[in-house]
């Protein structure tokens, strides 16, 4: 059977004149990045797509900045604003009543919301928390709700419900929230402010998470969760400085903060001047 590479082979030990040029070596390819896990549902990034707004300072010192078009209205915690422009109105707001505005009260909010609303034209307008900590966003589609700690609540689009619910008995004794919590609803961008930094915890499902009561800032209404002591007695849970913590059961992403404003409040009086009687 003829040899199909007969005509190309070179004849045995005979050097082929015809100096070979080394083949081009090719650049190691890029690996390819693994796919971003998604967002929990109602869950955005730390730097917003959303043009309407832009955080301004990130960190211990976040403010708010917010594009309000003609006639756009946005609500926040009293006391909020910075500056605005000439365009925007700013007055109070008793959301939900008399009882609405006890009930925010009771879960450490104020009485009153501040409403901006862009009358005369478009505008911008500053917000800052009272506190020093960071701001995250949360944008939700209606279908789902959040639960925020006390003072959690910072700005939100006008559409959104917020809005207080009487936890149980065991959960207003011991979770560190009181009796009542913030419940937000409805369809549009959420803000949530911190004592510090906040971190996202997410927890799979079937999974489940220890999280002090007093780093929590934000989580799903849906997920579950139940009260326990931080260690297996009550005398090392109490002496650990940990006292009772919440465990979540997974699916969802809890938002939590890197203090705790209750441990910043006891080092302050711990450094105030004794009054003599």
Known sequence: MADMFADVRQ????PDPTPQASPPQAAPAAPTPAPAAPAPAGLQSEQPTNKAFRYLYKGAFTMLEVDMPAGGSFKAESDAMVAMSPTI???GKLEGGVF????RMLTGEKFFFQTLEAKRGPGTALLAPAIPGDLHHLELDGSVEYVLQKDG???GSDTLTVSTKMQNLSQGLFSGEGF???RVSGQGTLFVSSYGAIHPIDIPAGEQMIIDNAHLVAWPGSMKYTLEKAAKGWISSFTSGEGIVCRFTGPGRVLIQSRNPSGFAAWIRSMMPQQRR
């Open 11 to 14: 004849p045995k030990n005979t």
């Open 89 to 91: 109105d700013v007055e």
């Open 100 to 103: 609405g505005g006890l009930g």
């Open 153 to 155: 609540f910072f700005a």
């Open 180 to 182: 009542f919590v913030i």
